[in-house]
Structure formats: structure tokens, C-alpha cells
């Protein structure tokens, strides 16, 4: 079969539009599309061809990070083609390789999908916007669709923090400077405690990983920078709870007044198949942060968010749940995808059975409406 050539992974990767690839030992390498893991048809993996291959493509500081701490994360440029973000780490004493696809070009608003109230908040001279959502979303594509929009609108000074840099950005009419973690800076936690004194008007920290990030993310939005981050959490009001119990108890009245003054939307997402079983499209859960819910959470009921989210459509504000069931009753996804990414399963199978009901009652009610037409003309066709 030949050895493996890292290039030949990669341009299949680009070629058939998969999001990943997959090296580990004992099987050939596998591409994730559309949400799928497909084999590919070369040789089985053995030990030295995952060495081999990992040697070909990560930075000698990444071997050795490898080497003494068994993992390494950093990002490269296919050429023109695509950069990638990958992960290399031991497993069983073997390497193991993941390679994420990060497309150059970046979307707009409309090809995504986002509601149209984002671009009004990315004008917003201070706040914190937060995009949510589990692995594999679609937040990073969201974010620098963001980032992207201001960088070519509004004359700012972007600054972000990432861990590794995924799309790069060139200066537009702002000016942005992209930092790294591991290479750029030690941690995401050093970076913001510098990041004020760079005179930024935004600031993109990668990810709300501890609670001195958290801090010190909140306090930029408070000083007068509008900030954008991600956090693993899968509603709005999840994520507000998520935020608030990294702080301990004595702290967590204080953060929820802070919280409630300076978040200005969660926007949360989920990324399904396509019914037609090619490509994907995002589901969203947006809330803005209206008077009313910012009293929410300063007054710890962030169980009433969800109906603050249903009374707020004329912002673009709107449940996951009720994005999916439009996508489902619009063709675009299947019932088994709405099913397993919604929020309350139950209540949208009950909806959909609903639905094929009244479709059967509706075709018996013309059915027995045309069987009566036929019925009185009866007598007419027999003269």
C-alpha cells in the first residue's frame, strides 16, 4: 500500500469537505463529514507511520511538549488550501494524531444563518457576548464571522486570545492583533491581566476556562471593551448558572450583579445534518439581554429566562427547541436529528406526532369531503 503521506491526508480532507481526520494506530485514517466517520481506503495505521506522520507537520517545540507532558495542541497552514488545528497525544504508548479543517474563507451572518440583531450587538461599545455550545458547534466559525464583520466595519482595536489561533484575520479597518497561547503568551489568565493596557476596543478570549479568566473577562466588559468568549454550556440559562458557580458562594451575589450589567447576549448553538445527508446547518438558542432578564439574574431566577426567551421574538430572540422544530417542519433536518439535539425530546415528539395527525386528519376530511361530492352527484350522472 505504500507509506503514508501527511499532504495526500490533507488534500483529502479539503477535497471531500471533511471537518477532520482521525490517525490512530490499528485502522487507516478516517475523515469526519458531515458529522460522520468515514474510512479511508489505504493502509492500516502501524506505530512509526503516526510517528512518522506527526514528525512532518508539528513544530520541534510541540515534539517536546509531546514528549515530556504526552499531549501537544498547535496550528498550521495547508498552503492556500486550509489551515488546521491539531491535537497530538499518546495513547497505549502510541501517537495519535487529530487534524481539525479551519477553512480560510470566512462566512457572513447570512451564511450562517445568525439572526440579524448580531451585527447591531457587534456595534456595541461594551458588554460580553457569549457563543456556547458543545465540541464541534460551529462557536470558533461563529466568532470569527464576528470578529470579522467589526474588523471590516468599524475602526477598533481587536485584540484575541486563542489557544491555538485558528482563522486569521487580516487588518481591515481595525487593527487586530491575534494572540497565542503556548507561544504567544503562557495562559489565557496572563493574557487578559495584560490585555487592558493595550488600549483594545474588543477582545476575544478563546474560551471562559477557570474563574480568573471568567474575572477578568467580566472586568474588561465592565471597563468599556466589548468582549466575545465561548463556554461549554448548551442553553442561556445553563450558561449563566455555569458562570456564576465557578465563583465560590460568598462571591456569587456580587458576580450576579456584575453579570447582569454587563452580558448582552449568549447565543448557543448546535450543528445538525442536513435531511438531504450532505452538509450541516446550526441551530440557534439566542437571548439578548433585555431590563427584564438582566433583573433575572441579578435576582437568581434564571429559571424564568427560557420564558423572558419566548415573550422576546421581536429581538430575534428564540429557544433552541423551537429553532429546531422550524428547521424539522421546514424539511431541512430529520425528525431523529431534531430528537437528539433537542433540549426536551419528549415535548417535540409529542409535537411531531401532533403534526403527522392532523396531516392524516385533514387528507381523511377531503377524502370524505370528495366522497359526498361523488355521493350527490350520484343521482345527476345516472340521468
Known amino acids: 500500500m505504500g507509506t503514508l503521506n501527511m499532504d495526500r491526508l490533507l488534500q483529502a480532507c479539503v477535497t471531500q469537505g471533511a471537518s477532520d481526520i482521525h490517525i490512530s494506530v490499528g485502522r487507516p485514517p478516517v475523515l469526519r463529514i458531515d458529522g460522520s466517520l468515514r474510512s479511508l481506503e489505504t493502509k492500516v495505521i502501524e506505530p512509526d507511520d503516526a510517528m512518522a506522520l506527526m514528525k512532518s507537520i508539528a513544530p520541534d517545540r510541540c515534539q517536546q511538549e509531546l514528549q515530556e507532558e504526552g499531549g501537544t495542541d498547535f496550528g498550521f497552514a495547508f498552503g492556500e488550501a486550509a489551515r488546521f488545528r491539531v491535537s497530538v497525544f499518546k495513547q497505549k504508548g502510541n501517537v495519535s494524531i487529530v487534524l481539525r479543517q479551519i477553512p480560510y474563507k470566512i462566512l457572513t451572518f447570512e451564511e450562517i444563518g445568525l439572526p440579524k440583531i448580531c451585527a447591531?450587538?457587534?456595534?456595541?461599545?461594551?458588554?460580553?457576548?457569549?457563543?456556547?455550545?458543545?465540541?464541534?458547534?460551529?462557536?470558533?466559525?461563529?466568532?470569527?464571522?464576528?470578529?470579522?464583520?467589526?474588523?471590516?466595519?468599524?475602526?477598533?482595536?481587536?485584540?484575541?486570545?486563542e489557544d491555538p489561533i485558528e482563522y486569521y484575520h487580516p487588518h481591515k479597518k481595525s487593527i487586530i492583533n491575534q494572540r497565542e497561547v503556548g507561544v504567544d503568551v503562557p495562559s489565557f489568565a496572563e493574557a487578559l491581566r495584560r490585555v487592558l493596557r493595550m488600549d483594545p476596543d474588543v477582545v476575544l478570549v478563546g474560551e471562559l476556562r477557570d474563574l480568573e479568566t471568567i474575572s477578568n473577562a467580566i472586568r474588561a466588559a465592565e471597563t468599556g471593551h466589548l468582549v466575545f468568549s465561548t463556554v461549554h454550556t448548551t442553553s442561556?440559562?445553563?450558561?449563566?448558572?455555569?458562570?456564576?458557580?465557578?465563583?465560590?458562594?460568598?462571591?456569587?451575589?456580587?458576580?450576579?450583579?456584575?453579570?447582569?450589567?454587563?452580558?448582552?447576549?449568549?447565543?448557543?448553538?448546535?450543528?445538525?445534518?442536513?435531511?438531504?445527508?450532505?452538509?450541516?446547518?446550526?441551530?440557534?438558542?439566542?437571548?439578548?439581554?433585555?431590563?427584564?432578564?438582566?433583573?433575572?439574574?441579578?435576582?437568581?431566577?434564571?429559571?424564568?429566562?427560557?420564558?423572558?426567551?419566548?415573550?422576546?421574538?421581536?429581538?430575534?430572540?428564540?429557544?433552541?427547541?423551537?429553532?429546531?422544530?422550524?428547521?424539522?417542519?421546514?424539511?431541512?433536518?430529520?425528525?431523529?436529528?431534531?430528537?437528539?439535539?433537542?433540549?426536551?425530546?419528549?415535548?417535540?415528539?409529542?409535537?411531531?406526532?401532533?403534526?403527522?395527525?392532523?396531516?392524516?386528519?385533514?387528507?381523511?376530511?377531503?377524502?370524505?369531503?370528495?366522497?359526498?361530492?361523488?355521493?350527490?352527484?350520484?343521482?345527476?350522472?345516472?340521468?
Open 120 to 161: 447591531a450587538l457587534c456595534r456595541r461599545p461594551r458588554g460580553l457576548f457569549l457563543v456556547t455550545g458543545p465540541t464541534g458547534s460551529g462557536k470558533t466559525t461563529t466568532l470569527a464571522t464576528m470578529i470579522s464583520y467589526i474588523n471590516e466595519n468599524f475602526d477598533r482595536h481587536i485584540v484575541t486570545v
Open 236 to 383: 442561556a440559562a445553563g450558561t449563566v448558572n455555569r458562570i456564576i458557580d465557578v465563583f465560590p458562594t460568598e462571591q456569587q451575589e456580587q458576580i450576579r450583579t456584575q453579570l447582569s450589567g454587563n452580558l448582552i447576549a449568549v447565543l448557543s448553538q448546535e450543528l445538525c445534518p442536513l435531511a438531504t445527508g450532505r452538509g450541516r446547518c446550526a441551530a440557534y438558542e439566542f437571548m439578548v439581554v433585555t431590563p427584564a432578564i438582566a433583573n433575572l439574574i441579578r435576582e437568581n431566577k434564571t429559571y424564568r429566562i427560557d420564558s423572558s426567551i419566548q415573550t422576546g421574538k421581536k429581538l430575534g430572540m428564540q429557544l433552541l427547541d423551537e429553532h429546531l422544530w422550524s428547521l424539522y417542519d421546514a424539511g431541512k433536518i430529520t425528525l431523529e436529528s431534531m430528537l437528539e439535539k433537542g433540549r426536551q425530546p419528549g415535548a417535540l415528539q409529542q409535537k411531531a406526532v401532533n403534526k403527522i395527525s392532523g396531516a392524516k386528519g385533514k387528507m381523511k376530511k377531503k377524502a370524505d369531503e370528495a366522497a359526498k361530492e361523488l355521493e350527490d352527484l350520484g343521482p345527476i350522472l345516472k340521468t
